[in-house]
C-alpha cells in the first residue's frame, strides 16, 4: 500500500521540482498582494481590538491562500494527466484506486505547504512583525498540511467529474475564488455584517485561515480548537468524496 | 491464453464492439485490422480492465476481466493507440515508476529497466526528458515500459500509427524477436494491411463492432483467388457490361470510379482487358496488377476500402476549398 503511495507522490514532488517556472510563477500572486496589500493598507487599515497591524494580520491570510491554490491546481492536474493519457498507464496497473488518490494527494499536499512555507518565510523577511513561538510555527504549519490535503482532494474530486479544462474556468469562478474571497483571509470577519458572516463561517477555508492565524499571529476570532475539528473533518469528507469520484473516472 | 466470449460494448445506442468472440494460443501474434471506429480500441480496453463490457465476457491467462481484475492486469502489458508517458520525467523515471507500480523489488528493477532500455536502443537517453523525444524514441519507450514486469499477454494498439518508414520496420523487428526469444503472445491492432500481413499468425478482420473473417492472412489472401487488377475508367458500367460476359475472369465487382477484377495469369490478360475496351469505346484511365493483398480481402468483404475514410476526408477538405473559392 504505502509503496504505490510514496511511488505516486514521488512522481509529483519531481514535476514539482522540475517546473521551477511554475514554482515562481504560482508564488507571484501571494507576493503581489503580500507587498501591496501589506505594504499599502498597513499604515491606513487598523485591525478593531487589536494591537497587530494589517501586515500581521494578512500574512496568515495569504499564506492560507497560497496553499489552497497550489493544491486546487494540483488536485486538477490529473485532468492533464488523463488528456496526455498519463493516467491510463497508472490505472491499467494492478494498484487499486485508493492508493493512487491518496498518492496524488499526498503529493499535492507537499507541494502546496513548500509554496506557502516559502511565503512564510519570505513574510519573516519583509518584516511581518510575528514573534510566533515554535509551537506557534507547528500549530500553523498543522493546519497548512490540513489546507492542502483538503484541498488537494478537492481539486481530483472536481477533476474526476470534468471531461477537459473547458470547465476549469467556471470552477475557478464559482467555488474557487468565493472560498477564498469569504474567508476571512483579507478582513477581520468579526466586522462583516451579520448575514455575510455566517456565509464566512459555513466557508471551510476560513477555519484553515483562522488557525494560522492563532499560530503566528496569537490571534483567532474562532476557537482554535473549533478551527482544528472543522479543517480534520473537512479534510476526511473531501478524501472520501475524492476516493469515490476518482474511483468511478473514466478515462 | 485469451478467450473472447460474446463481447459487446454499447456507448449509449452506439454498438461500438458488437458480440465478438474468439481464441488466442499461447505464442500466437493475433491481430485486429480494421478502418477507423471500428471498435479496435474499444476491444483492447475492455481486455484491459480499463473499460466495463455492456455484456459477454473475456478470459486472459485464466482470469476473468471483469472478476478477477487484478490478476489480469498483472498478466498483462500494454502499450496504448495514444501517448501515455509522463513528458516531464526521463526515460529512465518512466520506467522506474512502471517498475515500482509493479511492485518490482529495485536490483530486479533496475537490472530488467537496462536491458530493456538497451533492446529500445535508448540506452544512452535514459536521463533525458521524454520531452526531447522523437514520436519513434517515445514509441521504444512505451514498448519497452509495458514489458518491464514480463507480461504473459502483450497489446500493441496501433504500435506504428504515424511512424516513418524506417522506424516502422524497426518496430516491427522488435515484435518479432519479442515474440520468438521470450514466447509472449501478443494482440495487435492496426489499419495498416502491410503491418498485418507480415506480423500476424492469425488476423481478425473486424469492421464496424464485428469480425466478418478470422484466418492467417495467407488463407485469407486465398480466397480472393487469383491476382487482382484495379481499372480506373469514368465509364464503369459499360467497363462493367462489357467484362462481366468475360469467361476467364474469376470475379469482377464494380466500386466508385474503379473496377476490381480476379484472374489467373492476369499479365497475359491485360492486352485483351485493354483490346475489348477500346473496341466498345471505352477509355480505362488507369490499369494495375498485384497479388492479392489484405486490403483486398477487405474490399471484397464490405465494399470499402480500409483507408476510405481518410480519403473521405481529404474529399470533404477540397468540398471545402471548392465553396470558399465560391
Ligand atoms: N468513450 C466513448 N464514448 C462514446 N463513443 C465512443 C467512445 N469510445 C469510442 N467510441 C466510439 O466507438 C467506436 C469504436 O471506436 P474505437 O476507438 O474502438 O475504434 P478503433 O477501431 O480503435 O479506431 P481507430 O483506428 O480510429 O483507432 C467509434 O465509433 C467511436 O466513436
Ligand atoms: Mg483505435
Redo the contacts between chains.
Keep these: 500500500m504505502m ?2 503511495v510514496y ?1 505516486i507522490w ?2 509529483n514532488i ?2 514539482y521540482l ?2 521551477k517556472s511554475r514554482i515562481a510563477g504560482s508564488l507571484g500572486m501571494p507576493l503581489f498582494f503580500l507587498l501591496v496589500l501589506g505594504f499599502g493598507l498597513n499604515s491606513v487599515v487598523r485591525i478593531p481590538g487589536s494591537k497587530q497591524d494589517y501586515m500581521g494580520f494578512i500574512v496568515p491570510g495569504i499564506i492560507a491562500m497560497t496553499v489552497m491554490f497550489t493544491s486546487v491546481f494540483s488536485g486538477i492536474q490529473i485532468i492533464w494527466d488523463k488528456q ?3 493516467l ?8 487499486s484506486r485508493l492508493e493512487i488518490m491518496l498518492g496524488q494527494t499526498l503529493g499535492g499536499a507537499t507541494t502546496a505547504f513548500i509554496q506557502g512555507f516559502i511565503i512564510l518565510v519570505i513574510s519573516l523577511f519583509i518584516g511581518s512583525g510575528h514573534h510566533a513561538t515554535i509551537s506557534g510555527f507547528l500549530i500553523a504549519s498543522l493546519f497548512m498540511v490540513l489546507i492542502g490535503l483538503s484541498f488537494t482532494a478537492f481539486g481530483i474530486a472536481i477533476a474526476s467529474k470534468m471531461e477537459d479544462m473547458h470547465g476549469f474556468q467556471l470552477i475557478m469562478n464559482f467555488v474557487i475564488f468565493p472560498i477564498f474571497g469569504l474567508s476571512g483571509a483579507l478582513f477581520p470577519i468579526d466586522s462583516l455584517p451579520g448575514w455575510l458572516q455566517s456565509l464566512t463561517l459555513v466557508d471551510p477555508l476560513t477555519y484553515g485561515v483562522e488557525g494560522i492565524r492563532y499560530g503566528l499571529a496569537g490571534l483567532s476570532m474562532v476557537n482554535p480548537f473549533m478551527s482544528l475539528v472543522v479543517m480534520a473533518g473537512f479534510t476526511l469528507a473531501t478524501i472520501a468524496l475524492g476516493t469515490v469520484l476518482f474511483r468511478n473516472i473514466s ?1 | 491464453m485469451i478467450e473472447v466470449e460474446n463481447l459487446t460494448k454499447k456507448f449509449e445506442d452506439h454498438v461500438a464492439v458488437d458480440n465478438i468472440s474468439f481464441t488466442i494460443e499461447r505464442g500466437e501474434i493475433f491481430g485486429l485490422l480494421g478502418p477507423n471506429g471500428a471498435g479496435k480500441t474499444t476491444t483492447i480496453s475492455m481486455l ?3 473499460l466495463k463490457p455492456t455484456s459477454g465476457t473475456a478470459r486472459i491467462n485464466g482470469f476473468d476481466i471483469t472478476t478477477h ?3 489480469v ?2 498478466s ?1 502489458g ?1 502499450v ?1 493507440q ?8 526521463t526515460a529512465y ?1 518512466n520506467m522506474d ?2 517498475g ?4 518490482m523489488p529495485g536490483n530486479v528493477r533496475e537490472r530488467m529497466i537496462s536491458e530493456l532500455l538497451s533492446l529500445v536502443e535508448l540506452a544512452e537517453r535514459k536521463n533525458s526528458l521524454v520531452k526531447t523525444f522523437s514520436g519513434g524514441m517515445r514509441r521504444r519507450l512505451e514498448i519497452a ?1 509495458a514489458l518491464l514486469h514480463e507480461p504473459e499477454v502483450f497489446f500493441l494498439d496501433e504500435p506504428t500509427l504515424g511512424l516513418d518508414p524506417q522506424t516502422r520496420n524497426h518496430i516491427w523487428e522488435y515484435i518479432e524477436r519479442l515474440n520468438k526469444e521470450k514466447e509472449i503472445t501478443i494482440i495487435l491492432t492496426t489499419h495498416y494491411m502491410e503491418e498485418a500481413d507480415r506480423l500476424c499468425d492469425r488476423v481478425a478482420i473486424i469492421d464496424r463492432g464485428r469480425i466478418i473473417a478470422l484466418d492467417t492472412p495467407e488463407r485469407l489472401k486465398d480466397e480472393i483467388g487469383g491476382d487482382v487488377v484495379t481499372l480506373e475508367s469514368r465509364d464503369i458500367e459499360g467497363l462493367y457490361a462489357q467484362l462481366s460476359k468475360t469467361a476467364w475472369i474469376e470475379h469482377i465487382e464494380p466500386h466508385d470510379g474503379f473496377i476490381t477484377l480476379t484472374l489467373h495469369n492476369a499479365e497475359r490478360h491485360i492486352a485483351e482487358i485493354v483490346r475489348l475496351s477500346s473496341t466498345n469505346g471505352i477509355d480505362i484511365d488507369s490499369i494495375s496488377i498485384h497479388k492479392p493483398t489484405l486490403e483486398d480481402v477487405f474490399l471484397r468483404l464490405t465494399g470499402r476500402r480500409i483507408r476510405e475514410e481518410e480519403a473521405d476526408i481529404r474529399d470533404r477538405m477540397r468540398m471545402m476549398h471548392r465553396l470558399h473559392r465560391g
Design positions: 509503496d504505490i511511488t514521488l512522481r519531481k514535476r522540475r517546473s496526455f493519457g498519463f491510463k498507464e497508472t490505472l491499467v496497473a494492478p494498484v478515462i | 484491459a480492465t480499463l481484475k487484478d490478476e492486469r498483472k498483462i500494454i496504448f495514444d501517448p501515455s508517458l509522463d513528458e516531464e520525467l523515471e515508476f512502471h515500482r507500480l509493479y511492485r515500459r
